[in-house]
């Protein structure tokens, strides 16, 4: 290997005449080497096409892999007249030849008229002096010791002329850029020569262009200043399923991706739910010490809807909007959401009704409203889906409402379900036009899914707001297990809707409790006032959804506060004392039915009487979804979680692991631990 100091010295000095004897050897080289790569005749008419093309491939090949590490400075001077062989005839697709007088001799006499085939060797022949280098592969052990002398053969037997030696200041500066050009490549720089192969080269870096929403995490408030907390409802899974992804890949998630509500939510939980579809979701409050802070208390909202029975399930009209743009040509993505909707319409009753529509440059009607009966038509249709195009997501949505307008059933579940990496580039793009043209489409009674696939291209942003203002979910797919649970085991609360526009408000009461905060759900925070307009949006519980929300909150009487007590406020009081002294919130939820527009209120105290004295006294799910809730900061990098560990998560996990009939939590284990080792500081 050349070192730096050579580098200097040979750039500093001047080319030396071309010798006979270095001419004699290199041309030798070169016929020895012409001789051993040899090949049986391509068939006619593709020899010399072929022939030339492989050529041109390796020595352009071998001088990247040689000359660019070891020497940059004489590397460019040899590579460009070569590159520009290579590409020229590339480009050309016609019978290319040097002939004699295309390449002088040294001295500028060409030689005299010579036959064809001479004239082809003696053309390669100079095309292999032209790169000293690219002989040494098979000449290495004969060559490597006068290397210095053949460089400078080499490149004056390279240009048609002698170019005049470039002054030492400037071949100095040249071997400085050399150098430069090799920073940041160590592993190469000290391989042995012939240790580096093509695929040792470093490959430019593949762009990541996922787009996730930007949020901070929920701060500290106190109760005796904002004692109101709002926000709208979230049953979505995508964060989780991302973030499982990334850590079997090896990588820790970034936090913006941590939406630790829908990591809690993506687990089934045993809550108690209501007795009768009347009453669509019931509400269960626990306060139970908080494992990671010895000073605070965790107020627990489990909220569980009314599980609609197969036999008392509504018709569906369902449009399937598949995403065929050329982004998703990738395994992870069209092939596998060939598969899912399979999965799903294997699911559906033979009434149900499903529409399918593509977009791709255009959107397309692939068919009709067709019968769940007619499984074969709609299988096919599937299976004969392939991409191609730029993605115009617009027309897509639009065509889509216009066949479940089509095919609309009353008193049924009508829904556009998009399965798209969220490559919107045709139309309307901007997420605001996006999230209008859903509203207004969402008045027709239609309801909207979004289902991911793939990364690198994913706009989970995009995918968020339209399925929030849909009154819809948002599911990340990377699997087909995934597919499973999505579209087959949570069928029912996937697709079929019991409450929208489901909001929570929380009053927390000062004389009992200091300070609190929300874990998660920064981007569903709702304005106090929001609570009681029925024209704000929000979100919806399928059947059987199970919804958790967790508060942590600090009592008057705790020695640890994040903020000091204000020197003039006093708690909020009625009739000279205290109002409900007993409560620690009052808990407020509004909803609509599926088809309604007027809201319904359902409110819950939460008293001493919810409180249990110990964390371990806490039901299992409970205790579960505390764990996934303190996974999800300590991927986030949060402060509370700070001294508490992976193993500590892990433990409570374990012990809290329950049923677990689809393997969910054993694999939420696994993932605990991923993490652990990623992070490598565990705790």
Wanted: no cysteine; hydrophobic share 40%.
């Amino acid at each position: 290997m050349v070192d730096d100091t050579e580098l200097d010295m040979l750039g500093g000095m001047k080319a030396p005449h071309p010798g006979a004897d270095a001419k004699s050897r290199a041309l030798a080289a070169a016929m020895a080497a012409f001789d051993e790569e040899k090949i049986s005749p391509a068939p006619q008419g593709t020899g010399l096409g072929n022939r030339l093309t492989e050529r041109a491939q390796k020595l352009w090949r071998d001088i990247m892999q040689k000359k660019l590490i070891a020497a940059p400075a004489l590397a460019g001077l040899v590579a460009l007249p070569i590159a520009g062989y290579a590409t020229f005839y590339l480009m050309g697709q016609s019978p290319f030849r040097f002939d004699a007088a295309q390449l002088p001799e040294a001295g500028g006499q060409a030689p005299a008229s010579t036959p064809e085939p001479a004239k082809k060797a003696d053309a390669e022949a100079r095309t292999k002096a032209a790169s000293r280098d690219t002989l040494a592969a098979s000449q290495a052990a004969r060559l490597e010791a006068e290397m210095a002398r053949d460089e400078a053969v080499a490149v004056n037997e390279a240009a048609p002329a002698s170019p005049a030696p470039a002054p030492a200041p400037m071949a100095d500066a040249m071997a400085k850029v050399g150098r430069m050009s090799t920073q940041g490549m160590p592993t190469l720089m000290s391989a042995p020569r012939a240790a580096i192969a093509p695929g040792d080269l470093p490959l430019p870096p593949v762009e990541n262009r996922d787009r996730f929403q930007d949020f901070k995490t929920n701060p500290v408030r106190s109760a005796l200043e904002e004692p109101v907390s709002t926000f709208s409802i979230d049953v979505d899974t995508a964060s989780y399923s991302f973030v499982r992804r990334s850590l079997k890949e090896g990588v820790l998630p970034q936090p913006d991706t941590v939406r630790i509500e829908e990591m809690v939510n993506y687990f089934p939980y045993d809550w108690k739910g209501p007795e009768q579809a009347s009453v669509p979701f019931n509400t269960t409050v626990s306060v139970m010490p908080t494992p990671w802070n010895e000073h605070s208390k965790l107020m627990h909202i489990a909220i569980k809807g009314y599980d609609v029975q197969p036999a008392e399930r509504p018709k569906a009209n369902l449009v399937f909007l598949i995403d065929v743009s050329g982004s998703m040509d990738e395994p992870d993505k069209l092939p596998l959401l060939r598969s899912a909707f399979r999965l799903l319409v294997n699911k559906l009753k033979a009434e149900d009704t499903v529409s399918i529509v593509t977009y791709a440059g255009n959107a397309g009607t692939v068919i009709e409203p067709t019968k769940a009966s007619d499984r074969e038509k709609i299988l096919s249709a599937i299976d004969t889906l392939a991409p191609g195009g730029s993605t115009a997501g617009e027309a897509g949505i639009r065509e889509a409402y216009r066949l479940a307008q089509k095919s609309f059933v009353k008193d049924g579940i009508n829904r556009v379900m998009l399965a798209t990496d969220g490559d919107f580039n045709v139309g309307q793009s901007d997420d605001d036009e996006l999230k209008r043209l859903i509203e207004d489409k969402r008045k027709s009674g239609v309801f909207l899914s979004v289902f991911g696939f793939g990364r690198g291209n994913l706009n989970d942003q995009m995918m968020q707001t339209i399925a929030q203002n849909g009154n819809g979910t948002a599911a990340y797919i990377d699997t087909l297990a995934e597919a499973e649970k999505v579209l087959v085991q949570d069928a029912s609360s996937t697709l079929f809707p019991i409450a929208k526009d489901v909001k929570i408000q929380v009053e927390f009461n000062p004389a009992a409790v200091s300070e609190y905060r929300l874990i998660g759900y920064e981007t569903r925070a709702l304005n106090r006032e929001d609570f009681n307009n029925d024209r704000v949006d929000a979100g919806e519980i399928g059947s059987g959804h199970s919804v958790t929300a967790i508060y942590e909150i600090t009592l008057k009487d705790s020695p640890s506060l994040a903020m000091d007590p204000l020197r003039y406020g006093q708690a909020s009081t009625s009739n000279g004392g205290v109002a409900n002294a007993d409560e620690y919130a009052f808990v407020k939820i509004r909803y609509k039915a599926p088809d309604g527009d007027a809201s319904k209120l359902i409110t819950t105290p939460v008293t001493k009487a919810n409180e249990v004295a110990s964390f371990d006294a806490a039901a299992t799910d409970q205790r579960f979804a505390v764990a996934v809730a303190a996974f999800g900061q300590k991927l986030r990098d949060e402060d509370a979680t700070d001294k508490f560990g992976f193993d500590r998560i892990a433990e409570i996990a374990s012990a809290s692991r329950g049923d677990d009939p689809y393997g969910y939590r054993a694999e939420f284990l696994s993932l605990v631990r991923l993490a652990s080792s990623l992070q490598g500081n565990k705790q």
